[in-house]
């Protein structure tokens, strides 16, 4: 049996490959017939044709003058032509003029002629052609041939079937050859197979002997082998292990039962209440330290009887959050205040509660489905809080005399502050009419006693000028740094990129020496003062002119950071910079890190700038290196209100 299996193969592979062979042969032998029809009939037509052709030309003078017997012997020349079996001549009229046929043919002659026409009646090719001179039709010649199809057809089918028979031995004996590379390979595995089956020896290996097709059936059929020897030593380990498990669940089991015992036994020493109750939220069972915390008797709190020693206050809230959570099979969470049965009163307490899904002892928490599924029983604690609530109580107390304090501080500090800048107002004020007297009797005696004074007179009288008109600027601006705080500002939608070129040009125009370059980059638009925004502008820019002017090729660039809070704005100069060890300086009153003999100034402007942006909610700062140049940065809100 197992040599006829092993056999069949072989013997389907043959028959597949003649089957093959002799289904396109038949195909190929079909095409070929029909187009041999095809062009045997064609070339039939073209030949009677051409007769009919040669016929006509020679019959016309006689078709003309009406010489039947020319006409005749044109005819009787087709004896040279055996396949013609008849043919006839008519003249325009349609009358027979001449006629010709063979001795054995009896071919019955049209009694009228058809127009120009080539087709099969029986087995006689029939044509009919109009003979045509000077474009006059003198006549119509009519030709019957034999047209022996069937004898043609055996004649080639007699050779196809030679060539088809021969071409299947050729290929059934090189196939047969050829298949025992395919098919040793697959006898092989089929013999492996059956050892594997018989011998239970997953080590069997069958031999490959190509890199083929067959080959890397070979490669997965010996990797298949290996995968059910894995999988065969794994099930005997798995059922080895399963046997060690089933060993080792009697002594978990066994262990549980002790694990229970322990825990009912830390359970009665937990501060804690732990209880367990029904899908319904009745008590069925004895809890001890229900029993000990509240001091009601088990045949009171059965059933929903332990909601009775809840404060009555607080049974409502209690009762409508219990009734969700049954519903819904949710965890259950409340703070209430339940009778101590020790100190006889009610104390605040930490009610829990946690439903049991199903019976492996899974709770809402260890689930992960999504649907509300019905409780088994409910898991619950009860945590005294009271002692707690207390202690937040007091430091909530606390926090609100703080911020009680925290207030008065703020409102002494802001009147302070408000007393601070009316003094600083009142003095700048004050001071305003002496340095005025200084300056103009410095003016008048330089004036009328200028040429009396020598030298050195006049030398100091300058200083005494130029000291009381610096005074002066001191106290403008430090005016115009105490009005700050008093002035209301109009907050509006500004066009910074408009207001910073506005300003650099009317500043620009007070500037002498070498022209700079000014880069004015994309500025969004921002909500805020414009006397004030222009102020800060001006500082900035003013202080870039000043530390700028002993530069050959200064530059001044302005432009803006924006994110989803706020807009960084920028000043950026190649100026003399400045130390950064002391940028904190940078923003203080009268703080100056260069000398008045380097650079002009009074030591306000940065600190007016600062206070401005800090009134608009955003903050300053400034980065630099000595002789290396300067950057000032500050911050507007994307959306402010008046301060």
Request: charged share 25%; aromatic share 8%; hydrophobic share 45%.
């Amino acid at each position: 049996m197992l040599k006829v299996g092993l056999q069949s193969i072989r013997y389907k592979l043959l028959l597949l490959v003649l089957v093959s062979s002799f289904a396109t042969l038949v195909v190929a032998g079909a095409a070929l017939m029909y187009n041999d029809v095809r062009e045997f009939r064609q070339m039939l037509g073209n030949e009677l044709t051409a007769q009919a052709d040669i016929i006509g030309q020679a019959s016309s003078a006689a078709l003309e003058f009406n010489d039947a017997k020319v006409a005749a012997e044109n005819l009787a020349l087709l004896k040279a032509k055996p396949e013609i079996l008849a043919a006839a001549l008519y003249t325009a009229k349609g009358s027979l003029f001449a006629q010709y046929q063979q001795q054995a043919a009896r071919v019955e002659l049209p009694k009228l002629p058809e127009l120009d026409s080539v087709h099969i009646e029986g087995q006689r090719l029939v044509l009919f052609k109009r003979v045509i001179s000077h474009g006059e039709i003198l006549g119509t010649i009519y030709l019957s041939a034999r047209y022996d199809l069937l004898a043609r057809l055996i004649d080639y089918l007699a050779i196809l079937g030679g060539a088809m028979l021969l071409s299947l031995l050729v290929g059934g004996l090189i196939s047969s050859r050829l298949q025992s590379h395919f098919t040793e390979p697959i006898l092989a595995m089929s013999k492996v197979a059956l050892q594997v089956r018989e011998q239970r020896d997953f080590r069997l290996r069958a031999a490959k002997t190509s890199n083929d097709e067959v080959g890397y059936l070979v490669d997965a059929f010996n990797d298949m082998l290996a995968e059910i020897g894995d999988r065969n030593a794994a099930l005997v380990a798995s059922r080895q292990a399963l046997e060690h498990e089933i060993i080792e669940r009697s002594v978990a089991q066994k262990a549980l039962a002790a694990s229970e015992q322990r825990i009912h036994a830390l359970v009665s020493t937990m501060s804690s209440v732990i209880w367990i109750c029904d899908r319904r939220g009745c008590f069925m069972v004895d809890q001890d330290s229900w029993a000990q915390y509240t001091g009601q008797p088990m045949q009171e709190y059965l059933g929903l009887g332990w909601r009775t020693r809840f404060h009555p206050d607080d049974q409502g809230q209690l009762d409508r959050a219990w009734s969700i959570a049954l519903m819904q099979s949710s965890a259950f969470a409340l703070e209430a205040r339940l009778w101590h049965a020790e100190s006889a009163r009610y104390r605040f307490v930490s009610l829990r509660a946690v439903p049991v899904i199903n019976g492996d002892g899974n709770t809402a928490a260890d689930t992960n489905s999504q649907d509300n599924q019905e409780a088994q029983e409910w898991i619950g604690s009860i945590t005294d809080i009271d002692d707690r609530r207390k202690a937040e109580f007091e430091v909530l107390t606390l926090n609100m005399e703080l911020e009680r304090r925290v207030s008065e501080r703020t409102a002494q500090l802001e009147i302070a502050n408000k007393d601070l800048e009316s003094f600083s107002y009142s003095v700048s004020h004050d001071l305003r009419a002496p340095v005025r007297a200084v300056a103009g009797f410095s003016a008048i005696l330089r004036n009328t006693q200028g040429d009396e004074l020598g030298a050195e007179s006049r030398r100091l009288l300058d200083i005494i000028s130029s000291e009381a008109n610096r005074m002066g600027m001191l106290i403008d601006d430090l005016l115009s740094f105490s009005r700050l705080g008093r002035q209301a500002m109009q907050m509006r939608n500004l066009d910074m990129g408009q207001l910073v070129q506005k300003t650099f040009e009317q500043l620009n125009l007070e500037q002498s020496g070498p022209p700079l370059q000014f880069r004015l980059g994309q500025l969004p638009q921002a909500e805020g003062d414009r006397t004030l925004l222009g102020q800060v502008w001006a500082n900035l820019l003013s202080n870039a002119l000043k530390f700028t002017a002993k530069r050959e090729e200064a530059m001044i660039e302005v432009g803006a950071i924006s994110d989803d809070e706020k807009f960084t704005f920028f000043v950026r100069d190649n100026g003399a910079g400045f130390d950064p060890r002391y940028k904190d300086k940078l923003f203080g009153v009268f703080q100056r890190l260069h000398g008045t003999s380097e650079f002009a100034g009074n030591g306000v402007g940065l600190a007016l700038v600062q206070r401005i942006i800090h009134r608009h909610g955003g903050r300053v700062w400034a980065e630099g290196k000595p002789d290396a140049g300067a950057t000032f940065y500050f911050t507007l809100p994307r959306h402010t209100g008046t301060a």
